[in-house]
């Protein structure tokens, strides 16, 4: 039976009160956080987080596809599916896709890679969902966005949820829309794009799988439902006959906001979270149409309780202190640029793909000595060509030694330099430090990798490894 081996979400660290956003412009605050990205990162870095946090204990060698699906992708014609790939270490030899432009691409890419292993065609595939999406300044989307990311390790067995089926309407509605022209998210107005558009398909989605089924309310435990905010999520729960405090699952809209395409995802890992054998969950998305899945809990559940999921994520957080930060971290004011300024090579990006996006160092076989990056001479025992490579991105370390730089500028000064020595052979690995109160930087601190955007330079994104203390 086709279902769910493993999850895995991430939330950015970085939180803002709404407060601040409405005594910024004078407007009323709606409550609640939400989360932010920092400046640092994108949909493609917490894709590729949750996409990690999902691939522990599991076998990358079976992984025979990966989607990435995203309404923020940070290219428009380069498959950011391929980067992911590549930095989790999967096989070149996969199937990898992106969806974007709807709302409903994070589930797109679900059914997709449900039908794909139900017919045979492959046996496991990654879906990666994420979105970094920006409301209109002073309007109530800026508040009620937030960032972050899921990512579902589909298969054919050892499942901790079967998909029993799945279902979809499609409804050509501009109700929330971006031209690709357009920075900020637009829609129009509320009890239209309401009425209209999210309460009319969801109901017609949600309705017409439980006839197809023969099902009612009462026969699911959890009801997990793409929210444009808390009431209009409450008030389609209520109309649908679901139990508003036993089934409906929490949209998170207070804790860390409507995370685009990605919601869907990140809501079923925290309803999978809290999931028992025997369960049964509706899963139900929105977007110029819905799609909707069943899915049964199996006893596999309990094998992955461990896993570094949502509720990990939003017990770690920062608090974003102004909302002049906040503006900073999405480009939205102009800052005096970085005095280092680097010129990138496409080609010698291509060269050195192993250790930049894979983080691989290599091990001499002869004298067992790890480097970072990739030597093809021991400086241990000079041995030449004698190395096999080894993943470095999922090991821990520790901070060998350090610096705090006042004069490099930036977004968000002091830049932290980091010598970090890996638990793996002691190998030492030149990088910045991210998510981290400098205050606290010292000599031994406990770290683990992260990856993150570095800057565009030559009309392309560059993307390198940084260290954070260790969750």
């Known amino acids: 039976m086709v279902g769910i081996k493993s999850y895995g979400a991430y939330i ?55 989607f990435f699906a995203s309404t923020t992708s940070p290219y428009k014609e380069k498959a950011c599916s391929s980067i992911v790939a590549t930095v989790a270490d999967l096989n070149r030899e996969i199937w990898t896709g992106d969806f974007a432009n709807s709302l409903r691409a994070g589930t797109s890419a679900m059914r997709t890679a449900f039908n794909t292993i139900k017919s045979g065609e492959a ?63 637009r829609s129009w107005e509320d009890r239209w794009v309401l009425i209209n558009g999210y309460t009319k398909n969801m109901k017609a989605a949600i309705s017409g799988i439980m006839k197809k089924r023969g099902l009612t309310p009462k026969d699911f435990t959890k009801v997990v439902l ?56 509706l899963l139900a998305s929105y977007g110029d149409g819905s799609d909707v899945f069943i899915l049964q809990v199996t006893d596999a559940i ?43 090579s496409a080609s010698v990006m291509w060269r050195t793909q192993k250790w930049v996006l894979s983080c691989h160092g290599s091990k001499c076989k002869n004298c067992g000595l790890v480097s970072f990056p990739i030597q093809r001479v021991c400086f241990g025992c000079h041995s030449r060509d004698e190395f096999e490579e080894v993943r470095l991105s999922d090991k821990k370390g ?58 565009r330079e030559g009309g392309f994104y560059n993307y390198f490894w940084k260290c954070r203390p260790a969750r």
């Open 123 to 185: 046996k496991s595939i990654m879906i990666t969902a994420a979105d970094c999406r920006l409301g209109t300044p002073r309007s109530v989307d800026e508040q009620t966005f937030g960032d972050g990311a899921a990512a579902l390790l589909l298969g054919d067995s050892d499942v901790i949820a079967t998909i029993e089926d799945a279902y979809s309407v499609s409804d050509d509605i501009t109700d929330v829309w971006r031209t690709d022209q357009d920075t900020f998210v």
């Open 12 to 66: 950015p660290i970085s939180r803002m009160n709404r407060d601040i956003i409405g005594n910024a412009w004078g407007t009323r605050s709606i409550g609640g956080e939400r989360s932010v990205a920092n400046y640092d990162e994108d949909s493609l870095s917490m894709a590729v987080e949750a996409a990690l946090n999902c691939l522990n204990g599991e076998d990358r060698r079976g992984i025979e596809g990966l």
């Open 398 to 455: 520790k901070v060998f030694t350090y610096s705090l730089d006042n004069l490099a500028g930036g977004v968000n000064p002091p830049t932290v330099q980091t010598i970090v020595e890996s638990e793996e052979g002691g190998a030492r690995i030149y990088c910045l430090m991210t998510d981290c109160d400098p205050k606290e930087v010292k000599v031994g601190l406990p770290v683990e990798m992260t990856f993150r955007r570095f800057h």
């Open 302 to 344: 309990e094998g992955v309780k461990n896993k570094r999921g949502l509720k990990k994520s939003m017990g770690l957080k920062m608090m974003l202190p102004t909302y002049e930060k906040y503006l900073a971290y999405r480009q939205l004011v102009s800052l005096p640029e970085e005095f280092i300024k680097l010129f990138p």
């Open 226 to 281: 793409y929210s444009p905010d808390a009431r209009s999520h409450a008030d389609l729960a209520k109309s649908l006959g679901f139990d508003l405090k036993t089934q409906l699952q929490d949209p998170l809209i207070t804790t860390i906001g409507n995370v685009g395409s990605a919601q869907p995802l990140v809501l079923l890992v925290s309803a999978l979270e809290e999931a028992k054998a025997g369960d049964k969950i």
